[in-house]
């Protein structure tokens, strides 16, 4: 059993939701009737960043049956992954963060967290526009490295460790040729698809590529198995489906893989249209959460996803919606207005129903101490 010296956090973590961190900027957030029933009744939560707004977001549902959101602030936090050994890893800015629950299955933290992930580990990598990001099955970090176009880990000694480049891509180097963003994981904790938005070998060319020049690449073979794509993200490997995020049409689909021997790519399968700017997925039952900003900047404009919503009389959303696989449809939804318009990634924490983080520069890091009461049998003398 875990003991807590501090059984208090500060207010700063109950802060009202109106209000970001960053900056005090106005923040609406609305959502949809069954949206907390439906976490009370799956006992999960939904984790989510947001570089834009430098916080990492929890939703859950209080005790009370309320929803509620946990903000933490990260330095630019993007990807996001919870492992199963129950820990969280993070990209943030020039860091990658591996956050540690201390909560016992009977503790509570005010009376309201079933959950406290606290930042363990910290590896200072610099910057290296650090997406997607993953845990293999030695519990090895694995993370794309955007900046320098390659799947890279941790290293004790330097920034990073390249495992593995493009075939196209000639050298590493600080140049963000292709835009390599998206890592889908195998079931056996392997890496096994990654997506990018170019095949592009020089500095900045996928920009000039964003919308037909997306493609995913198969880890192991370094072979493209599927082209043609508009902006593809959130690669995920679910019951035998390579899943991806059609970021540039909004649509989430499913990628048909070619066969052994076969010379000819796999099509992208578009299943639902979301409104806005697809990244972050995550699945669970017959339930995918994706995740929308909305394309404000130059580098989204002129997609296909302009056309789609204005054939759909719609807007962009910035949220999180829960779509049915088998109905191919949204159930639940969170919507985020006003000063944050960009999320990156979603995760879901299972057995969880109301977690909370722990920023790494903050007072509660400093102040909330645990560690096992249990006595060692003998001592160093």
């Known amino acids: 059993m875990g003991f807590l010296e501090k059984e208090k ?69 993007m990807g996001l992954a919870h492992n199963n050994h129950g820990r969280i890893v993070l990209s943030a800015g020039f860091q990658i963060i591996e956050l540690a629950n201390v909560l016992q299955l009977h503790e509570r933290v005010n009376e309201t967290f079933d959950a406290c992930f606290m930042p363990r580990t910290i590896h200072i990598t610099g910057e290296l526009d650090a997406h997607d990001i ?39 180097v600080s140049e963000d040729r292709c835009h390599l963003n998206g890592l889908a994981m195998d079931d056996d904790g ?38 043609g794509l508009s902006m593809p993200h959130s690669p995920r490997m679910y019951k035998g489906e390579l899943w991806i995020l059609n970021a540039g049409t909004g649509e989430l689909g499913v990628v048909t893989l070619p066969k052994d021997g076969q010379e000819e790519k796999g099509r992208f399968e578009p299943r639902v249209f979301c409104p806005g700017f697809l990244r972050g997925l995550a699945f669970h039952g017959n339930l995918a959460f994706v995740g929308l900003s909305k394309p404000r900047y130059k580098r989204f404009e002129g997609l296909a996803l302009d056309q789609k919503l204005k ?45 909370m983080t722990v920023s790494p520069n903050s007072s509660d890091a400093a102040g909330l101490v645990t560690y096992e009461p249990s006595i060692p049998s003998s001592t160093y003398t």
């Open 190 to 227: 392997q890496p096994a698809y990654v997506t990018a938005v170019s095949r592009s070998d020089t500095i900045d060319g996928w920009r000039d590529r964003r919308d037909g020049g997306g493609i995913v690449i198969d880890v192991q073979t370094s072979r493209i198995v599927c082209d």
């Open 9 to 77: 956090v500060s207010a700063m973590q109950q802060a009202e939701l109106a209000k970001s961190v960053e900056g005090e900027l106005p923040v609406d957030y609305s959502l949809s009737g069954g949206l907390a029933v439906r976490l009370q009744r799956l006992n999960l939560s939904i984790a989510f960043t947001s570089y834009q707004s430098n916080l990492l977001y929890m939703l859950g549902v209080l005790p009370n049956g309320g929803v509620h959101l946990h903000q933490s602030a990260m330095i630019k936090p």
């Open 311 to 355: 054939d759909a009389d719609s807007e962009p959303w910035c949220g999180i919606q829960v779509i049915d696989l088998d109905k191919r449809c949204c159930i639940d939804w969170l919507r985020i207005d006003g000063a944050v318009a960009e999320l990156f990634d979603v995760a879901v924490i299972p057995g969880f129903r109301c977690p």
């Open 134 to 172: 993953g845990v293999d099955r030695n519990g090895q970090i694995i993370f794309v490295n955007t900046r320098f176009n390659c799947l890279a880990t941790v290293s004790p000694q330097h920034s990073f460790e390249v495992l593995w480049k493009p075939p196209f891509i000639s050298a590493i």
